[in-house]
């Protein structure tokens, strides 16, 4: 079982950016796909951005061209950077192991703590 630490978020204004990280303990981290979900309030978790093992990335037509994912599988730590941030970027944000390229099926792990983004004025 895989243990997954988000950080980064916080209180940011629009037009703003922030970092978020991922770690995750185990030695078989590099060999899974990993993602980053979104949880609005009163909406359902999203996959917003995934990234496979070999560093092919996919991302929600919100944050296209606003949101980076990458990784560091020496560290075995996935990033999300998120520029240009709009209040609708609100929520709280979580990375796990996708099982599918849009996230509709249960993610491979236990969800961890998530990090809280609000994107307000």
């Known amino acids: 079982q895989v243990q997954l630490v988000e950080s980064g978020g916080g209180l940011v204004q629009p037009g703003g950016s922030l970092r978020l990280s991922c770690a995750a303990s185990g030695s078989i981290f590099s060999i899974y796909a990993m993602g980053w979900y979104r949880q609005a309030p009163g909406k359902q978790r999203e996959l917003v951005a995934r990234i496979t093992s070999g560093g092919s990335t996919n991302y929600v037509d919100s944050v296209k061209g606003r949101f980076t994912i990458s990784r560091d599988n020496a560290k075995n730590t996935v990033y999300l950077q998120m520029n240009s941030l709009k209040p609708e970027d609100t929520g709280v944000y979580y990375c796990?192991?996708?099982?599918?390229?849009?996230?509709?099926?249960?993610?491979?792990?236990?969800w961890g703590q998530g990090t809280q983004v609000t994107v307000s004025s």
């Open positions: 796990n192991g996708p099982r599918d390229i849009i996230g509709t099926m249960s993610p491979f792990w236990s």
